[in-house]
Nanobody, 124 residues
């Protein structure tokens, strides 16, 4: 069973930058992604990457501002968030699929493991 433990996030003014990390333990994983959930809204896909980085996808709302990366040796997934906006405020979750290596999807049921969530707050 893979366990994902998140760190990072916090509070920043609009236009600033934050990063979140996700450390995996207990096994290996394939495709990974970041989702977010704002109060009163559905959890939505933010960014995803397959195991070797050949397939990367971003939600339209964050494209050009956010960058997803991973270090397979360190079993860590990263999300660098730049030019943050108040509408980026949400709880951010990392997710990983155990057996899917090349395929990448935006749907929550594609992923087997989830992090505990990290609050990101952007003030105006």
């Amino acid at each position: 069973q893979v366990r994902l433990v998140q760190s990072g996030g916090g509070l920043v003014q609009a236009g600033g930058s934050l990063s979140v990390s996700c450390l995996a333990s207990g096994g290996t994983f394939g495709t990974s992604a970041w989702f977010r959930q704002a109060p009163g809204k559905e959890r939505e896909f933010v960014a995803g990457m397959n195991w070797n980085g050949a397939n990367i996808d971003y939600a339209y709302s964050v494209k050009g501002r956010f960058n997803i990366s991973r270090d397979n040796a360190a079993k860590t997934i990263y999300l660098q968030m730049n030019s943050l906006k108040p509408e980026d405020t949400a709880v951010y979750y990392c997710a990983a699929a155990k057996y899917r290596l090349m395929e990448l999807r935006r749907t929550r049921d594609f992923y087997d493991f989830w992090g505990q969530g990290t609050q990101v707050t952007v003030s105006s």
